[in-house]
């Protein structure tokens, strides 16, 4: 009697082993929750971005996938809860450019290379934009005053170490000239600035430049991005002009590092789909934002560049 129950109890602990090695195996994402942290607050462009990329993400991979909004520290707060999550693919984050600055800034030692991409959605170039009755047609005209006349040269910018900020610093570097940045709490306070006639010129984005660009009081001297703009279609990026220079802001997703690279796959061909669909790429457009899909694979290479390039330059600015 006593050998059969030892051997029922070991029959049923078999199966249960069993059942929980089966539930352990199975694929991802199953029926778990997926969530989206946005490290900045709901409503702006990277929370729109994200919540219509996860409505899609969610038709492509087939679980729920929600969105919350961390914010502080310019971004550190939620991309540090992110990292810090279990890396098993239910835990993304939103990841700007600022993943790539936000350590040489000296707001934390989180970085990019902290996370694994999925997918890079969009970017937003910078574009080097003055005044229509100024005396500069060309960004060589510019950088020729600018370099006869250090420091006159003020130049707006959303605020100290933002990739607007840096982008007008990239010239500096490049081009050996020296400006006077101006800080302003964004980018809309900078391009009223211009518009008064109270700074030289704005390097921010052509949405943010395209109602002056339409009056005919502002000119935009070159688009600092990877392609045109599809806001000023008509002005050459830097690299047509000869100028080895890119600097944009960029949106994606990741997941923490360590995350399983099978987990990695199945995220990063649903993002494929979700970042490439009707409805991402009219929001996209729509923000004046570029629709540009970059793998997980290759987001990965270029914001370690970026980090790097960024790790460099930032420290010389503050």
């Not at 950088?143 to 007008?168: E, F, M, Q």
């Amino acid at each position: 009697m006593k050998k059969g129950l030892v051997l029922f109890l070991v029959l049923v602990l078999g199966v249960t082993l069993f059942a929980q090695g089966a539930g352990e195996k199975q694929e991802f994402p199953g029926k778990k929750q997926i969530n989206i942290v946005v490290p900045y607050a709901a409503g702006g462009a990277s929370d729109t971005t994200a919540r219509i990329y996860a409505s899609e993400l969610e038709k492509a991979i087939g679980t729920t996938v929600t969105v919350s909004n961390i914010t502080g520290a310019s971004g550190a707060t939620g991309l540090t809860q992110v990292k810090n999550a279990k890396p098993d693919g239910y835990t993304m984050a939103y990841m700007p450019v600022e993943s790539t600055m936000l350590r040489a800034l000296g707001l934390t030692q989180l970085s990019s290379d902290d996370f694994s991409f999925v997918g890079r959605a969009m970017t937003i170039p910078a574009a080097v934009t003055v005044r229509a009755d100024s005396p500069w047609y060309t960004l060589d005209d510019f950088l020729a005053y600018a370099k006869a006349n250090p420091s006159r040269t003020r130049v707006g910018n959303s605020g100290t170490g933002s990739i607007w900020h840096v982008a007008a610093a990239s010239l500096e570097a490049t081009f050996d000239v020296k400006f006077t940045h101006v800080p302003f709490e964004g980018a809309a306070p900078a391009v009223a600035a211009l518009l008064g006639g109270n700074i030289e010129a704005v390097t921010v984005s052509p949405s943010e430049v395209k109602n002056g660009l339409d009056s005919g009081d502002f000119r935009t001297l070159v688009i600092l991005g990877e392609g045109r703009s599809s806001v000023a279609p008509e002005v050459k990026t830097a690299k047509e002009s000869g100028i080895d220079i890119t600097i944009q802001g960029w949106g994606g997703f990741a997941v923490p590092k360590g995350t399983p690279q099978n987990v990695i796959d199945v995220l990063e061909a649903a993002s494929k789909i979700a970042i490439n669909s009707e409805a991402m790429i009219k929001l996209l457009s729509g923000q004046g934002f570029e629709p540009a899909y970059l793998s997980g694979d290759d987001m990965n290479k270029e914001a370690a560049k970026e980090l790097a390039y960024y790790g460099d330059l930032i420290p010389k600015l503050l």
